[in-house]
């Protein structure tokens, strides 16, 4: 019974990551080891790296529903073909807002960006 629960679960996880490459949705790993699922939205190239840009599918405590994660594509870290590609925060501000500037400028007639006032 053991082999049977274990080809089970191995076709729900296949079935799992057919769903989520169906509908957009990314699975990724926080600095825990958490699974963390965000909608794709974009990959955005800006000076010669590329940001991915994500929305978060499971709405956090901390975070409104409709803000957005910018990601940056780690070209040095050592990934498998089987894990994909790597991630890693942006820290620089005017790297961010100049990405989501190109974001927004290309889905500029899908969303409704609202201005952040301060």
Known sequence: MDENEN?????NL????DELEES???KL????GNDVYFEFLDLIEYEGENYVILLPAEEAEDESSDEVVILKEDKDADTSEDEGE??????DEEVLNKVFEIFK???KDEFNFVEDEQ
């Open 105 to 107: 400028e290309k889905f």
């Open 86 to 91: 790597s991630y890693i925060s942006v820290d």
């Open 7 to 11: 080809l089970n679960n191995n076709a």
């Open 24 to 26: 957009n949705i990314v």
């Open 29 to 32: 790993k926080d600095e825990l």
């Open 14 to 17: 296949e079935n799992e990551e």
